[in-house]
């Protein structure tokens, strides 16, 4: 590995500088959570939001799935249904980390037009995994 001159160890480093570098850290981890926190009370305040009634994506969530004033949540779901009817692997995956279904990871195999999913289940209460398929 390649020396880097300018840096020095937290070893060799006085009491002050420690207690200054370990504050700017605190002080940017606070400013993450922060923002962090935020953004995700944005989204939810997003996700509660009806959608415009204007939109022919909320006429067909409507009509499709028989919701009376969709969110903007339900409209990502729909097209979260939308990509794994597609056949989109990754959707697929996603859908059962959603569920919960995908506690051990999933494994998706598609050959010859036909699709198999696997994914570790933990249904029994001895905690041993079972493989479904």
Same mark, same amino acid.
């Given at each position: 590995? %390649?020396? =880097? %001159?300018?840096? *020095?160890?937290?070893?060799?480093?006085?009491?002050?500088?420690?207690?200054? =570098?370990?504050?700017?850290?605190?002080?940017?981890?606070?400013? +993450?959570?922060?923002?962090?926190?935020?953004?995700?009370? *944005?989204?939810?305040? =997003?996700?509660?939001?009806?959608?415009?009634?204007?939109?022919?994506?909320?006429?067909?969530?409507? %009509? +499709?799935?028989?919701?009376?004033?969709?969110?903007?949540?339900?409209?990502?779901?729909?097209?979260?249904?939308? %990509? =794994?009817?597609?056949?989109? #692997?990754? +959707?697929?995956?996603?859908?059962?980390?959603?569920?919960?279904?995908?506690?051990?990871?999933?494994?998706?195999?598609?050959?010859?037009?036909? #699709? *198999?999913?696997?994914?570790?289940?933990?249904?029994?209460?001895?905690?041993?995994?079972?493989?479904?398929?």
């Amino acid at each position: 590995m %390649k020396k =880097i %001159k300018n840096l *020095t160890p937290l070893d060799r480093r006085s009491d002050e500088q420690l207690r200054e =570098i370990t504050r700017a850290g605190g002080v940017a981890s606070g400013v +993450a959570r922060r923002r962090k926190r935020d953004l995700k009370a *944005t989204l939810d305040m =997003i996700d509660e939001m009806e959608l415009p009634d204007d939109l022919t994506q909320t006429q067909q969530i409507e %009509k +499709a799935f028989k919701i009376e004033k969709p969110t903007y949540r339900d409209a990502v779901f729909c097209a979260l249904y939308k %990509k =794994i009817l597609d056949g989109d #692997l990754r +959707a697929i995956e996603l859908y059962f980390r959603l569920k919960g279904e995908a506690t051990g990871g999933v494994e998706v195999n598609m050959n010859n037009q036909s #699709l *198999t999913v696997v994914w570790n289940e933990k249904r029994y209460s001895d905690g041993i995994d079972k493989e479904t398929e």
